[in-house]
């Protein structure tokens, strides 16, 4: 079952298309890795999904409901933890959730079992009753987590939720997430780094310039890229200096400075080798390769001119 569907969501800013006729499906309890540049339009979709902003055009679905017709709902059964911003600097962390908790309308008691709960949950029990402006930035990002599982939500939105942490606090995060897709809930959250998504995500959804480039599991985009290609690694002796290729291809970029990976539509070693040759290259391998996933997003989102 489809936890999340859109369909043709489209959210314009200023004649400029933030997101642009997005088509996704995340499955309940899987883990989502929203991944794309900065100004892709990954925190435009968010807000859309949470009935936080109004798109121009399409409809978004959470667990069945329609986010336009029932915000209020969407909101009920979802948690949000943002970029940046959310916290009271001058309330406790315990305090900051239990501010928060009066908005669900969550009992007094209730809350302050949740809120003790939900701050051994993120690592922050020892800090409970330090005011958070003088907390880390790996520690506000635990709070905000905490503080986006307070009304026990089916799915969660994370926002860059590893944005500005150390190498050990992105572990952690990561370590979290799992946590919750064990617990059973759904976790969409949005990255711009290739090998966090890759590591903790069941599903991937690619997206630059506000359009949804590939998605499905990291077996499925890769397989979905490779329709129709052969992709080709050819190592020279000498360092590589290339402006363009004869040979047909379909796109190539340089991978280290004697190696180049060569996309075509049908296994063209021997042309390639014979062009390099006739350059005055020596070639010491060429091989067919899988892609990797890296070279898929750096292919689909940049093409050539980053190579
Ligand atoms: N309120 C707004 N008014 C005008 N333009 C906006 C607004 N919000 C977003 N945009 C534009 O929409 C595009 C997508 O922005 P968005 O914040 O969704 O991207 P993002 O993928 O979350 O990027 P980042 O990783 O930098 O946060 C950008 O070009 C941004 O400038």
Do not use: C
């Not at 919750?180 to 069941?202: A, C």
């Amino acid at each position: 079952m489809n936890i999340i569907e859109t369909e043709n969501l489209t959210k314009v800013y200023d004649g400029i298309a933030a997101v642009d006729r997005l088509n996704l499906t995340v499955k309940k309890g899987a883990v989502y890795g929203f991944l794309g540049p900065n100004g892709a339009g990954k925190t435009t979709t968010i807000l859309l999904l949470l009935g936080l902003i109004q798109p121009t055009e399409g409809r978004a679905y959470v667990a069945g409901i329609d986010v336009q017709e029932k915000p209020v709902e969407v909101k009920r059964i979802s948690g949000f933890m943002p970029a940046e911003g959310g916290l009271y600097p001058n309330l406790t962390a315990f305090d900051n959730l239990m501010y928060i908790s009066k908005f669900y309308r969550i009992p007094k008691e209730d809350a302050k079992k949740r809120a003790r709960e939900l701050l051994e949950l993120v690592g922050l029990e020892d800090a409970a009753d330090r005011k958070v402006g003088g907390f880390s930035t790996g520690m506000k990002q635990r709070l905000l987590l905490a503080q986006a599982l307070l009304n026990d939500p089916e799915v969660l939105f994370l926002d860059e939720p590893t944005n500005g942490l150390d190498p050990r606090g992105a572990v952690e995060m990561r370590e979290l997430i799992r946590r919750l897709k064990k617990d059973g809930k759904t976790v969409f959250f949005s990255s711009h780094i290739l090998s966090e998504v890759e590591e903790v995500s069941d599903e991937i959804g690619i997206i630059s310039g506000g359009k949804l480039l590939i998605s499905g599991s990291q077996e499925e985009i890769k397989r979905k890229f490779i329709e129709g290609r052969v992709f080709i690694t050819v190592e020279t002796k000498q360092p590589l200096v290339l402006n363009d290729l004869n040979t047909e291809v379909i796109e190539w970029r340089k991978a280290g400075s004697n190696r180049l990976t060569v996309y075509a539509s049908r296994d063209i070693r021997e042309e390639l080798v014979e062009e390099l040759t006739g350059m005055g290259y020596t070639v010491i391998d060429v091989h067919l390769h899988e892609p990797t996933l890296e070279e898929v997003f750096l292919e689909l989102v940049y093409g050539r001119e980053e190579g």
